[in-house]
């Protein structure tokens, strides 16, 4: 399979605890953004790489949530101290980029994260 | 106030009805639209996408971006059944995408 693929696909993980997800990228695509979707709403955009550099980071992404792409080829995603409110699927796009004046986002599976 | 807004449905229509999803939005300097399909569980994937204003067909798809009024629709021709999902209108300058809430639709057999 050569799409985006994350893992894991479900965490269910108890209040305080920290996780970390990982998003590995078409080959080749210099780009890669994490979004956040809850339930009912469309994706959030929290972060993206342009190769290893971290370009820019959302609001939404407060001090407890850390990502990195140390290669430039997989990224990671890690929540510290999860709360309830950090429940949501974790999404992770990848594409070639910036050259072109458009290039599609292609999306990986999500990452479903449960705090209880 | 959002700066994509969307109906969130649901709409249900009947196989073979003609489909109309809509999006408004705030911004104006965004100037890729894009449509994307989310079925249950998924992640989204890419249906079309219209730079600028203009329409875009593709198949049983047509996109109309009308950056004028700042309102942007995707009609389904012949829905059928296979259709039944989450479409979100999705926008872009820079190349991170602002979303809409999504549409939940159904089409019934």
């Known amino acids: 399979d050569t799409g985006v693929s994350q893992d894991p696909r479900h965490k269910i993980t108890k209040r305080g605890q920290n996780v970390t997800f990982r998003c590995d990228p078409i080959s080749e695509h210099n780009r890669l953004y994490w979004y956040r979707q809850t339930l009912g709403q469309g994706p959030e955009f929290l972060t993206y790489?342009?190769?290893?550099?971290?370009?820019?980071k959302s609001r939404l992404l407060s001090d407890r949530f850390s990502a990195e792409r140390p290669k430039g080829s997989f990224s990671t995603l890690e929540i510290q101290r999860t709360e309830q409110g950090d429940s949501a699927m974790y999404l992770c796009a990848s594409r070639v980029g910036p050259k072109g004046p458009y290039n599609e986002q292609f999306f990986g599976p999500g990452t479903r994260l449960t705090v209880l | 106030q959002k700066e994509v807004e969307q109906d969130p449905g649901p709409l249900s229509v009947p196989e073979g009805a003609i489909v109309s999803l809509n999006c408004t939005y705030s911004n104006s300097a965004f100037q890729y639209f894009m449509w994307y399909r989310q079925y249950s569980r998924k992640g989204p994937e890419l249906l079309m996408y219209t730079y600028s204003s203009g329409n875009k067909e593709d198949g049983r798809f047509t996109a109309q971006v009308d950056k004028s009024s700042k309102y942007i629709s995707l009609f389904i021709r012949d829905s059928q059944p296979s259709d039944s999902a989450t479409y979100l209108c999705?926008?872009?300058?820079?190349?991170?995408?602002?979303f809409g809430q999504g549409t939940t639709l159904q089409v019934k057999p």
């Open positions: 999705a926008m872009s300058n820079t190349g991170k995408l602002i």
């Open positions: 790489f342009q190769n290893e550099a971290q370009l820019e």
